[in-house]
T-cell receptor, first 111, second 116 residues
Framework: DAKTTQPNSMESNEEEPVHLPCNHS???????IHWYRQLPSQGPEYVIH?????VNNRMASLAIAEDRKSSTLILHRATLRDAAVYYC????????????WGAGTKLIIKP | EPEVTQTPSHQVTQMGQEVILRCVPI?????FYWYRQILGQKVEFLVS????????KSEIFDDQFSVERPDGSNFTLKIRSTKLEDSAMYFC??????????????FGPGTRLTVL
């Protein structure tokens, strides 16, 4: 699975949108972009995934660059509960079973 | 909403003792996983399991570790002779499909293992 690069941490104000970036310049054409998050003292939680088109679900939106070398996870209205470490992970069509975790982005929400 | 459950939430054991960590995956899922996270470090993959066989394992998953699906609902991780460095949070996960780009893994709340 290709490598991803994320900022170590980001801060945002409560009830404002948050844009979490991820760079994956070596992504292959069949790699899916997945996002997970880990709230403090909890297990990781799936957030969203996509291939080429932008995706929306009840938790977040995923914006994928046209060249697919970067993506952005968008939390439309952050709450204190969204404070977590967010991980961007690539999954190939013939990927291994394991998820390969980086350090992620620690999102701090200010009240 | 279906969820992965794990027991116990916290296990304290003496070095050299055997421990069994238990997980109940989501009922219609076919792929099962164990990960661990040492305090302050990244999540690390241990093993994946499908069709009553290990499908992939990491270097961490040595002979001290074993996994089993003893019945239709439970999935267990056994550590035969615990070491101090086994102290970590252990997460169980499950997924409907595996090894594909679209597979989504659902995680349990974890078991905190403390080896004294």
């Amino acid at each position: 699975d290709a490598k991803t690069t994320q900022p170590n941490s980001m801060e945002s104000n409560e009830e404002e949108p948050v844009h979490l970036p991820c760079n994956h310049s070596t992504i292959s054409g069949t790699d899916y972009i997945h996002w997970y998050r880990q709230l403090p003292s909890q297990g990781p939680e799936y957030v969203i995934h996509g291939l080429t088109s932008n995706v929306n679900n009840r938790m977040a939106s995923l914006a994928i660059a046209e060249d697919r070398k970067s993506s952005t996870l968008i939390l439309h209205r952050a709450t204190l509960r969204d404070a977590a470490v967010y991980y961007c992970i690539l999954r190939g069509m013939d990927s291994n079973y394991q998820l390969i975790w980086g350090a992620g982005t620690k999102l701090i929400i200010k009240p | 909403e279906p969820e992965v459950t794990q027991t116990p939430s916290h296990q304290v054991t003496q070095m050299g003792q055997e421990v069994i960590l238990r997980c109940v995956p989501i009922s219609n899922h076919l792929y099962f996983y164990w990960y661990r996270q040492i305090l302050g470090q990244k999540v690390e993959f241990l093993v994946s399991f499908y069709n009553n066989e290990i499908s992939e394992k990491s270097e961490i998953f040595d002979d001290q570790f074993s996994v089993e699906r003893p019945d239709g609902s439970n999935f267990t991780l056994k550590i035969r002779s615990t070491k101090l460095e086994d102290s970590a949070m252990y997460f169980c996960a499950s997924s409907e499909v595996g090894g594909l780009g679209t597979d989504t893994q659902y995680f349990g709340p974890g078991t905190r293992l403390t080896v004294l």
